[in-house]
């Protein structure tokens, strides 16, 4: 069975940080990316990294802040997130594909996880 589980969101104070965790079973992608969606607001891409290379590609409003990583023993991707802010409450979803390519489209992403709760105080 193929599952993608996220870990690691929760309620941190603004300027703070946690990291997430995205484990993949079943099977190895070629892409992993997060998205996200706050509360009213459509799901918007986070970051990606390919599989392969490492490549990496982030949303604007996280750039310089968040970083994308894989952990090809583990078959599991993260997103560390620094300096948080209020804007960056929404639930985080791990999402991959099996073609690669650097694709920050949700529709082009065949494998979500079930989203993890990332609330940031000011």
């Known amino acids: 069975q193929v599952q993608l589980v996220e870990s690691g969101g929760g309620l941190v104070q603004a300027g703070g940080s946690l990291k997430l965790a995205c484990a993949a079973s079943?099977?190895?992608?070629?892409?992993y990316a997060w998205f996200r969606q706050a509360l009213g607001k459509e799901r918007e891409f986070v970051a990606v990294?390919?599989?392969?290379?490492?490549?990496?590609y982030y949303a604007d409003s996280v750039k310089g802040r968040f970083t994308i990583s894989r952990d090809i023993t583990k078959n599991t991707a993260y997103l560390q997130m620094n300096s948080l802010i209020p804007e960056d409450t929404a639930v985080y979803y791990c999402a991959a594909r099996v073609v690669g390519g650097v694709v920050t489209d949700r529709g082009a992403y065949g494998y979500w996880g079930q989203g993890t709760q990332v609330t940031v105080s000011s």
């Open positions: 079943g099977r190895i992608f070629s892409t």
């Open positions: 990294v390919t599989w392969s290379t490492g490549t990496t």
